[in-house]
């Protein structure tokens, strides 16, 4: 891996060079006064005005740097098809930053900092050609493939968000020896297992697994489809989806919460609403089963969690869902096996290691239906508690409605407002089970007629199937069981 090494230090020095120059250049009022005044113009070959100039390339300045460093990132951890896309989105943003034109009068110490910005840029263009040639010889990918790339922000967005995202990259972006953790000489004796793994000395394999069977990359739930759920649905809004798009507003004090469980009694929404998060939000989904954990990789679980958190750092904005968290996470005991303790802790290690990162955005979502059951240490992690309860009458009329919608039925409001008075204490799940007997109701007169009979001539649904289905499809929550829930909720719920 000194290959790595050797691009890492090169794009380093570059990078340190421009974080003192652009210290310096905080303190040049005839930057700050550029850059606090009005918007950005100028795009595609038009000028732009005198004095801006270098704040615009500035801009593209940091957004290459940006996808450079994930770039590295990506490589390190031999993830070689994000790092391919990650240098070819430097190159386009840098060759979009080489064809703005200069206007034809800016005053001379303007003139110097667009010299050394182009200058750099260019620097950075054959480094970057370099990698991108030396990845395609690796992985047999064509020069010319441009697939996946991140569509280049308008000027506006070059300029709105390059001081904030300056910063951000300046940490994640400069490997200094920083990434490879299981880089020491000592680590690598330690594992020897040199044809298996990466030069961090972590598994190839576990890195494949990761990224073909836990990377969600078919969400197939629309953030609509979940009926009601408003607090839920407000909270992973403004501490997942929104911070992934809009990074450089989330900073500081507007820092998201890393960890964050959905609980609540079963079959109300929690898996449902964590698909849609991974459909609406930009950030990488990895979606983590007790199985995945446990039963593929015997033995190696604790290796498992360790290699997908760097893979999550690597791909970053991330959200890792662990469903079901408390058969994994559970209270430790005195007589638990010593893979599950190790498991756990490894979990908490890797847990901080992203949450003391303020530039890292990583965020862990944890759903379960016992959350009495969760560690401790766990549950301090799991900072934003959110309780999603069974569906009072206002959710339950908004389900039948929409599950009604596909199906010809003769109810009025009031059969439905009767139904939805009668199913109180019904989840998500039963209400489905109760809508789906219900629809078998007029099947099941049909006798033998079934298998001549015309689709459109099948009767329409109506309230006594309803009343019916009911006696067969109950709540599935005891009272009781309900209720500690919510005792639960209100000594360590957020809502
Ligand atoms: N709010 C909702 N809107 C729409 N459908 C819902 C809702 N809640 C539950 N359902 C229905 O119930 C099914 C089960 O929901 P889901 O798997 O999300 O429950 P869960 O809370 O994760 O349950 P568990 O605790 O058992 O894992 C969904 O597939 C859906 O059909
Ligand atoms: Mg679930």
């Known amino acids: 891996m000194s290959f790595l090494r050797g691009i890492i230090d090169s794009f380093s020095s570059i990078f340190t060079e421009e974080h003192n120059r652009c210290k310096e250049s905080q303190h040049d009022p005839s930057v700050s006064a550029s850059s606090s005044s009005g918007s950005m113009d100028g795009v595609d070959g038009v000028p732009v005005s005198n004095e801006r100039i270098a704040y615009k390339l500035k801009g593209y300045f940091d957004l290459a740097k940006e996808e450079i460093a994930k770039g590295v990132r990506a490589e390190e951890w031999g993830l070689h098809d994000d790092a391919l896309l990650h240098y070819r989105n430097a190159q386009r943003i840098m060759s979009e930053a080489s064809s703005t034109p200069s206007p034809s009068y800016i005053s001379s110490s303007e003139k110097e900092k667009v010299r050394s910005y182009r200058e750099k840029i260019s620097k950075w263009q054959n480094q970057v050609s370099e990698r991108l040639q030396a990845l395609a010889k690796r992985t047999g990918v064509g020069m010319s493939e441009n697939k996946r790339t991140v569509p280049l922000p308008s000027s506006a967005s070059v300029s709105s968000t390059a001081s904030n995202r300056r910063v951000s990259s300046q940490k994640t972006s400069l490997p200094k020896g920083g990434i490879g953790m299981a880089r020491s000489p000592k680590d690598a004796t330690a594992n020897p297992k040199p044809a298996k793994e990466t030069g961090n000395g972590y598994d190839d394999k576990l890195v494949e697994m990761i990224n073909t069977t836990i990377v969600d990359r078919s969400p197939s739930v629309k953030w609509d489809d979940v009926a009601g759920l408003d607090g839920a649905k407000q ?27 959905l609980f609540g009694p079963p079959g109300n929404g929690k898996t449902m609403l964590a698909k849609a998060v991974a459909s609406e939000s930009q950030a990488t989904f990895f979606n983590v089963s007790a199985s995945s954990l446990t039963s593929k990789w015997v033995g190696e679980a604790e290796k498992l969690v360790k290699t997908l958190f760097q893979v999550a750092i690597s791909r970053q904005p991330s959200v890792i869902f662990m469903d079901e968290i408390d058969s994994i996470m559970s209270t430790r005991s005195t007589n638990e096996n010593e893979a599950s303790r190790r498991l756990k802790s490894e979990f908490l290690i890797q847990f901080d290691g992203v949450t003391s990162n303020p530039d890292d955005l990583v965020i862990v979502i944890g759903a379960t239906n016992k959350p009495q059951e969760l560690d401790d240490a766990v549950l301090r992690r799991l900072v934003k508690r959110i309780y999603v309860p069974l569906p009072d009458s206002n959710v339950r009329k908004l389900l039948f409605k929409t599950k009604l919608k596909s199906q010809p039925h003769s109810l009025s409001g009031g059969d439905i407002d009767k139904i939805v008075r009668e199913t109180e204490g019904y989840s998500g799940s039963d209400l489905q089970a109760l809508c789906e007997e219900a629809a078998m109701m007029p099947i099941r007169e049909l006798g033998a007629n079934i298998l001549t009979i015309q689709a459109n001539k099948v009767r329409p649904l109506r309230y006594d199937d309803f009343r019916r289905s009911m006696g067969v499809i109950r709540a599935s929550l005891s009272k009781s069981k309900w209720e500690e829930l919510e005792r639960w909720n209100s000594e360590f719920g957020s809502n």
């Not at 992973?236 to 500081?252: Q, S």
Request: without cysteine; hydrophobic residues 50%; aromatic residues 4%.
């Open 235 to 261: 909270a992973l809004l403004e501490m997942v989806i929104l911070p992934t798009k809009r990074r450089d507003l989330f900073t500081g004090l507007r820092r998201p919460a890393r960890g964050l469980l």
